[in-house]
């Protein structure tokens, strides 16, 4: 990996050899991060060579993954994802230059299939044949999917609450599954302890440092798809924090091998009854544990895992945090899907409920480029769905019937 120069310690500066099992620093526990020499990617690509590319997935950006350059890669189509000029969401809110990101449409339908990803590759490099993680859910489906399109085994940790939806996807891609009766704390607790005794392959997030690097390219796409610009706003929904902070990162990558001149502002938004990221960031001090009272099951992270990067990320950009109610968030499903036609998971467009009061409290302004990221499809969590959009009218097959339903309505 010429393109790597080593892993990094986030808090005590540590540096690591970039081996594919080293996951959190030896020296004081804080996690790593992967650090690139920028002057040799800069050799390698520039926006023509990215630009004639005829590879349309995440691993168009190879040079700024941390892969070995002859590992095999999944065959499924993770990333390059649609970036979709939203005209009539945006004039609804008031934006004149609003962009939906579509994340959902990924193999496994979240932005998770972006770590997964890489995180199979790696498990490959290090000679692994099981990969484990826990998960609210989409971390879990993404790797289980990913995980068997590369004939590794999987064995996955959910919480009890997790949507049938995604645990179906599980069983279905092959994995093992245990569903611990707890939190998503006991959940991960147990998954760790599972790993470290069995030796698989962990692809937690917070713990293992090339995950980040896989969902940083969803900023990688946007940047090349609006043409090698970085947008004024990009809005995102957080939970453990690695998704921000993957996103900032890709920025923040363009810009040290110059495609990019400037950073967007990242707008991060959590739920209000679970946002000890946000919460911190807020009331300017060090984050505490929150309960987990969301309905959006892949942001209820009372304990998250990657706070620091996730705080980081938001102060650096000079962005700003947002929390919105669950009946925001349902609001948002509804509105979304019809003034767009995306269909978004509860997580997956919190980051539009909160878009849409940051807009209208002022602080993001009417002709600033805004890009939303609908992170998780929402045919995975069809209850909330149903709670959002209602029920149909129940009509008996007669003409009569149906005038009269019609006339109701
Ligand atoms: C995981 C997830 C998030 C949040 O990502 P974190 O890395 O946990 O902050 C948001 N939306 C969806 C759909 C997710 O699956
Ligand atoms: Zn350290």
Aim: aromatic residues 8%; hydrophobic residues 40%; contains cysteine.
């Amino acid at each position: 990996m010429e393109n790597v120069k080593h892993l990094k310690c986030i808090k005590c500066n540590a540096t690591y050899p970039a081996k594919p099992d080293t996951y959190t620093c030896s020296q004081c526990g804080g996690i790593l991060d992967v650090r690139y020499d920028y002057e040799y990617i800069s050799q390698k690509v520039n926006k023509e060579t990215f630009n004639a590319r005829k590879e349309f997935s995440m691993w168009r950006y190879r040079e700024f993954l941390p892969i070995e350059e002859e590992s095999p890669v999944s065959p499924l189509r993770v990333g390059w994802s649609p970036l979709y000029k939203a005209e009539r969401l945006g004039e609804t809110l008031g934006l004149s230059s609003l962009y939906v990101k579509d994340d959902g449409l990924n193999p496994t339908a979240s932005l998770k299939d972006r770590a997964s990803a890489v995180a199979v590759v790696k498990a490959k490099e290090a000679g692994a044949d099981t990969v484990a993680c826990s998960s609210t859910g989409n971390a879990a489906s993404s790797l289980a999917g990913n995980a068997a399109s590369m004939g590794l085994k999987a064995c996955i940790f959910v919480p009890g609450r997790a949507p049938e939806g995604k645990v179906a996807q599980l069983l279905i891609f092959g994995a093992r599954v245990v569903s611990v009766q707890g939190s998503y704390e006991d959940t991960f607790k147990l998954s760790a302890e599972a790993i470290e005794r069995w030796g698989w392959y962990n692809r937690n997030a917070a713990i293992n440092p090339y995950l980040v690097e896989g969902k940083k390219t969803v900023s990688l796409e946007i940047a090349e798809q609006l043409n090698w610009q970085a947008p004024d706003w990009v809005v995102v929904s957080v939970g453990d924090g690695c998704t921000i902070a993957g996103v900032w990162k890709g920025f923040k990558d363009l810009y040290q091998a110059g495609l990019i001149d400037r950073l967007p502002r990242l707008l991060s938004v959590q739920a209000a009854g679970c946002c000890p990221i946000n919460r911190a960031v807020m009331e300017d001090k060090p984050w505490e544990p929150m309960p987990e009272d969301t309905l959006a099951d892949s942001i209820a992270v009372g304990v998250p895992r990657n706070p620091d990067k996730a705080i980081n990320a938001i102060k650096e950009s000079n962005g700003l945090p947002i929390n919105v109610s669950d009946q925001e968030i349902l609001d948002a499903m509804k509105f979304l899907g019809n003034s767009s036609g995306i269909f978004g998971e509860p997580a997956g467009v919190a980051g539009l409920a909160g878009l849409k009061k940051a807009v209208s409290e002022g602080k993001i302004s009417h002709t600033e480029t805004v890009v939303n990221i609908v992170t998780g499809n929402g045919l995975k969590d069809v209850a909330n769905a149903v709670k959002a959009a209602g029920e149909p009218l129940r009509v008996a097959p007669s003409m009569e019937e149906l005038l009269q339903a019609f006339k109701t309505v």
